[in-house]
């Protein structure tokens, strides 16, 4: 029997209890859409108020030196790269993800000319997928074209004719894990690249890119590393193919010297390559302040109370009567799991909705999918008891019936 007094010693206990403090969090919300947009951390509020206010306020145009904006998309992308176990110099911060991966599978395609599939999973993020099908109307087919295969089938569809696998480490809707060290080996044997996309692994669990010799990676700055809406999202190339071709989307921050204004592109060396146009300062000094929540957290600590909160939640959901009318679509095995549930329901729609009213925010995907994240920086065990009881309420009243929840709002 699990107790709320139980609980409330969890979080007594819990070495990752006082993250929560550096989170301007409503005390009304349980806060479990972390993996969608992560919370807002205290000191990235004011690190953009100075930014605002005294940089471009006071110091205007000198702050490009005088406050290193011009240095941000190095500088964060160096605070990302230890997280993703990455050494330095292989991680820079620009652009969104489907941005990003326009440049790596344009890469990829330059590496392997002779090679025009790019594999990936069928149920894979869609803007992932929309971006193949993108350069391969701009390439033509013979040059570039997306194999779509069950994630389970990968490396079974492996051959000479895939120039890279481009895949989620931990699946948006599902949150099932990807063998990431197997599946690039798997790859590279098979003369191919690997690309992972660490929008729902980084920043959760402890990823291990250089380890598990990844070619390249993308990655965002708005779920786990709570970095804002829209914040930049990152790009990793590994030091061996960073000087090797140049990526296509060459605008002048990526110039050896954009200040010389050289009518003709010469590449920057290494990651700074990776960039185009002028950094959105605003957003990636969010990003800057909100990362230095990561300096001092043990990964390892952090994905235990992920796992532990994923666990908890399951074992109060099997006292409810709901655990029958919720399909598990994770893997049972917590292991297998990033740091998120999803179930199937045919009203998880309205589910959602009606217990965001109680004041508990998780979100739903298309087409039946109610998804719960867990972020362990603010996230407590008490959080989930709420959750639950919550839930247990919606239910009872059922008020993810009401008509209300018919229509879907533009973002779900
Ligand atoms: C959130 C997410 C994205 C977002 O891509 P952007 O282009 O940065 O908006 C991409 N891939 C995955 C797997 C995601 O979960």
Redesign the pocket.
């Known amino acids: 029997m699990i107790t709320r007094e139980a609980i409330l010693e969890l979080d007594r206990l819990d070495p990752l209890a006082l993250q929560r403090d550096a989170f301007a969090l409503p005390r009304d919300k349980v806060y479990l859409d972390g993996n969608s947009l992560g919370a807002l951390p205290r000191a990235a509020a004011v690190r953009v108020q100075d930014t605002v206010q005294q940089q471009w306020g006071v110091d205007l145009i000198s702050s490009w030196n005088r406050h290193g904006w011009i240095d941000l998309p190095q500088a964060v992308g160096e605070k990302i790269a230890p997280l993703v176990g990455a050494a330095p110099g292989q991680v820079i911060c620009a652009d969104?993800?489907?941005v990003n991966l326009f440049k790596l599978l344009s890469v990829v395609s330059m590496l392997r000319p002779e090679r025009p599939v790019v594999l990936s999973a069928a149920d894979n993020?869609p803007?992932?997928l929309y971006m193949v099908q993108g350069l391969s109307q701009l390439l033509g087919e013979q040059k570039l074209r997306l194999v779509q295969v069950a994630e389970a089938e990968i490396t079974d569809a492996l051959n000479e004719r895939v120039a890279a696998v481009l895949l989620?480490h931990v699946n948006?809707r599902t949150g099932r894990i990807l063998p990431m060290a197997e599946i690039t080996a798997a790859t590279q044997t098979a003369g191919a690249l690997s690309i992972w996309?660490l929008?729902?692994s980084a920043g959760a669990m402890p990823v291990e890119l250089d380890a598990c010799q990844v070619d390249f990676a993308v990655g965002?700055g708005y779920?786990y590393f709570n970095g804002g809406p829209g914040a930049p999202?990152w790009v990793y190339a590994a030091e061996r193919h960073q000087d090797a071709v140049q990526q296509p989307l060459c605008g002048w921050m990526g110039h050896r010297d954009p200040f010389v204004f050289d009518p003709d592109y010469e590449a920057a060396a290494g990651m700074l390559q990776y960039l185009c146009g002028t950094p959105p300062v605003l957003s990636m000094a969010a990003l800057d302040a909100a990362l230095d929540l990561f300096a001092d957290i043990d990964m390892q600590a952090l994905r235990a109370k992920s796992l532990a909160l994923g666990t908890l939640f399951l074992e109060l959901l099997h006292k409810t009567e709901l655990a029958a009318e919720l399909r598990l679509l994770s893997p049972p095995e917590s292991e297998l799991r990033g740091s998120q549930l999803a179930f199937s329901h045919p009203q998880a729609y309205g589910l959602v909705q009606a217990w965001i009213e109680r004041g508990v925010v998780a979100d739903f995907r298309e087409p039946d999918v109610l998804r719960v994240g867990f972020s362990p920086l603010y996230n407590s065990y008490g959080d989930i008891w709420q959750a639950l009881e919550a839930l247990r309420e919606v239910m009872a009243q059922r008020e993810h019936l009401d008509p209300r929840w018919q229509q879907r709002q533009k973002v779900t």
Do not use: G, Q, V
Request: glycine share 0%; aromatic share 14%; with cysteine.
């Open positions: 969104s993800i489907s993020f803007t992932d989620s948006f996309d929008a729902h965002c779920k999202a």
